[in-house]
Structure formats: structure tokens, C-alpha cells
Nanobody, 126 residues
Framework: VQLQASGGGLVQPGGSLRLTCKVS???????????FAWFRQAPGKEREGASC????????YYLGSWKGRFTISRDNAKNTVYLQMASLEAEDTAVYYC?????????????????WGWGTQVTVSS
């Protein structure tokens, strides 16, 4: 199973980005039965769980500052997970990773997840 995160880049404060996590190596059914999360790791900080979508398409958001600004979604037909980010702030600067759990359920804990992507850098700066 491979997860390829993309869509990061340099954006000004207040700007928007959409991150994409393309998943390969899972059948349509296995993808649909899995949960997918976005974590992030800022310089000098620990990796933290940010958002997750369960197999039933319910969403969890673990960072209070994300509510109303970020939206996670999944497209089972495309084996792809998205993170739409708006109103970006300098504090959002980090490497963003996508991860998947075969349980189909979400957790904010990194050890819950079975496979990880390499990450994509998001830098918010003027």
C-alpha cells in the first residue's frame, strides 16, 4: 500500500490550498473499508493528528484551530483523500502526512495507522 501526498507549497496568510492523498495498492472495497487521516509536523514539534475520515464518511477534527477552516473528504471511486485548507495561518506551516488504518475508524494517535505517505510541505508566509 502506498500513499502519495501532494498539493503543498508556499501560500500567503489567508490563502488556500488543497492537499491530495492518492492511495494505491488497495482494492476499491479495501479503500472503502479504511479510514484516512491527515497529520502534520511543524519544525521542532511532534507529529500531531489533525483530521480523519472514517469508513462511513464521518469526519473527526482534532485541532480546535482547524474547525471551519479545513475540510477532509474522500473519493472512494478515485482512491483519493483530500484536505481543503482555507484561511491559512503561519502556524499551519508544517509537513502534512496522510495515513490509513485498516480498522476503518479514526484516532488522533499515530500508532493507530498502518501505512503512511511521505508528506508534503505547506509553508504559510508573506
Amino acid at each position: 500500500v502506498q500513499l502519495q501526498a501532494s498539493g503543498g507549497g508556499l501560500v500567503q496568510p489567508g490563502g488556500s490550498l488543497r492537499l491530495t492523498c492518492k492511495v494505491s495498492g488497495l482494492t476499491f472495497e479495501a479503500f472503502a473499508d479504511s479510514s484516512f487521516a491527515w497529520f502534520r509536523q511543524a519544525p521542532g514539534k511532534e507529529r500531531e493528528g489533525a483530521s480523519c475520515v472514517n469508513k462511513d464518511d464521518s469526519k473527526d477534527y482534532y485541532l480546535g484551530s482547524w474547525k471551519g477552516r479545513f475540510t477532509i473528504s474522500r473519493d472512494n471511486a478515485k482512491n483519493t483523500v483530500y484536505l481543503q485548507m482555507a484561511s491559512l495561518e503561519a502556524e499551519d506551516t508544517a509537513v502534512y502526512y496522510c495515513a490509513t488504518s485498516r480498522t476503518g475508524y479514526c484516532s488522533r494517535n499515530f500508532w493507530h495507522y498502518d501505512y503512511w505517505g511521505w508528506g508534503t510541505q505547506v509553508t504559510v508566509s508573506s
